[in-house]
């Protein structure tokens, strides 16, 4: 177990809803990052959160947004859901800004558009 | 874009047996990582490469960080049913923020 816990862990939205996805970080781990993971493939970066700042970002739409909390937790917010949203979205935590790609994931949170 | 062409796709092998999975790449990258995700889980870290030909060894897992930089595989050695699951590769270039991940192996193993 990794110490990242996500909620929820399945969600069913329709098309046009909104969703916020969250996620607690590693204990000492400052850095979030979410991931989309749709079926059958492997994770897709979204975004990432260093210091309550977005620190680089994938190719995802604006609708797509984050926070990070001074206790390093984070938001993953999606607006205007579309049905190609379904997927598993990742959170993983690191420490630090730089790139060592020693990502701790957690669960994960199961979303359906329908 | 960058792109990680993982092979085989899925694995159907005998308990014991030796597996061999491999991932490739036109770009080239400073990290080289594994990863298994089960069932319901999020992926978990197997090995991190951070040299090119580094050769790095888990338990039964052994990973090596190709000399061109742009490949690596993941040998496992004496199956076992608990090494059932997806193994990812995924790469890293300095300076940047994300992971690019392979497509996935999907290995099952007949006891």
């Known amino acids: 177990e990794t110490g990242v816990t996500q909620s929820p862990t399945h969600l069913i939205k329709t098309r046009g809803q909104q969703v916020t996805l969250r996620c607690s970080s590693q204990?000492?781990?400052?850095?979030v990052s979410w991931y989309q993971q749709a079926l059958g493939q492997g994770p897709q970066f979204i975004f990432q959160?260093?210091?309550?700042?977005?620190?680089g970002r994938g190719n995802f739409p604006p609708r797509f947004s984050g926070l990070q909390f001074p206790n390093y937790s984070s938001e993953l917010n999606v607006n205007a859901l579309e049905l190609d949203d379904s997927a598993l979205y990742l959170c993983?935590?690191?420490f630090g800004q730089g790139p060592t790609g020693e990502l701790f994931f957690g669960e994960g949170s199961r979303l359906t558009v329908l | 874009g960058q792109q990680l062409n993982q092979s085989p796709q899925s694995m159907f092998i005998q308990e014991g047996e030796d597996v061999s999975m491999n991932c490739t790449s036109s770009?080239?990258?400073?990290?080289w990582l594994w990863y298994k995700q089960d069932p319901g889980e999020g992926p978990v870290l197997l090995i991190a490469?951070?040299?090119?030909?580094e050769l790095t060894s888990n338990g039964r897992l052994t990973a090596q960080f190709g000399i061109t930089r742009k490949d690596s595989f993941l040998n496992i050695s004496a199956s076992i049913p608990s090494d059932v699951g997806i193994y990812f590769c995924?790469?890293?270039?300095?300076?940047?923020?994300?992971?690019?991940f392979g497509q996935g192996t999907r290995l099952t193993i007949n006891p």
């Open positions: 993983a935590s690191s």
């Open positions: 204990s000492g781990h400052n850095t």
């Open positions: 959160y260093y210091r309550e700042e977005e620190n």
């Open positions: 770009s080239i990258f400073n990290t």
């Open positions: 490469l951070y040299k090119a030909g």
């Open positions: 995924a790469a890293t270039i300095q300076g940047a923020q994300k992971l690019v």
